[in-house]
């Protein structure tokens, strides 16, 4: 009962923390404070993310080096006022491994079969939520690599482009929403938004049929016990 609880706690607390971070992003993305004050936000999801690993020793091992790694770039990026490209760069890739790693290990969590739990619940839906964050940072590393990637109403955005735009730009393309007030422009952006609209399609598929299994499994055993 008590490891339950743990996990629902753990996973309550990745979820409200990526929603944080979510929320804070158009408000204090204007001043070098407010970014401060983001970068800490999603130190707390690294540190949830982290935590939902700790039962599996060896994914929680790989990923807290890769979580601290993350948070160092991430401050002295910050320091720099993100001016390094070398330093924005490295940050992005460690995060992008870091989060792809969690994302991996949260999706075959829900895929076991088990009980509806509220935990459960809480995995799936943050990992969706991880899923936005996610191809939030890999547009970000794609807009370094290629600058100019992206484009709103019809004009490239060039140099450091505000958090909340490619945030904006996951969350639409994950849900399809498809607003198409920003889009990318160059082949490698393109490609990434074709897959994670895929993907948010896809997930939402699978995450309603292992609902289902699970349903259909529970009430087979209860049914075997009564019968019994």
């Given at each position: ?48 993310a982290t935590l939902e690993l700790s039962e599996k020793k060896v994914l929680f091992w790989t990923a807290l080096p890769l979580a601290g790694a993350s948070m160092i770039l991430l401050f002295f990026s910050h320091i720099y006022f993100y001016q390094v490209r070398e330093l924005r760069l490295a940050s992005t890739i460690v995060l992008v491994v870091f989060l792809g790693l969690v994302s991996i ?124």
């Amino acid at each position: 009962m008590s490891k339950v609880l743990h996990r629902e706690h753990r996973a309550l607390f990745l979820l409200l923390s990526i929603l944080l971070f979510f929320v804070l992003n158009p408000f204090l993305q204007d001043s070098h404070t407010g970014e401060g004050f983001l970068v800490a936000s999603l130190y707390l999801t690294l540190v949830a993310a982290t935590l939902e690993l700790s039962e599996k020793k060896v994914l929680f091992w790989t990923a807290l080096p890769l979580a601290g790694a993350s948070m160092i770039l991430l401050f002295f990026s910050h320091i720099y006022f993100y001016q390094v490209r070398e330093l924005r760069l490295a940050s992005t890739i460690v995060l992008v491994v870091f989060l792809g790693l969690v994302s991996i290990a949260l999706f075959i969590y829900i895929l076991r079969p088990g009980a509806i739990t509220a935990g459960r619940l809480y995995v799936s839906v943050g990992l969706y939520f991880l899923l936005g964050l996610f191809w939030n940072v890999l547009y970000g590393l794609v807009d370094i690599i290629q600058p100019g990637s992206f484009a709103e109403a019809q004009l490239p955005l060039l140099g450091r482009i505000e958090p909340s735009k490619l945030l904006y730009f996951s969350l639409a393309t994950l849900t399809t929403l498809g607003y198409g007030d920003i889009v990318p422009v160059k082949p490698a952006a393109r490609i990434l938004a074709v897959l994670e609209a895929a993907a948010g399609v896809l997930y939402i598929a699978i995450f309603v049929a292992s609902l289902i299994a699970s349903y259909q499994s529970t009430n087979h055993k209860s049914a075997s016990l009564m019968q019994d």
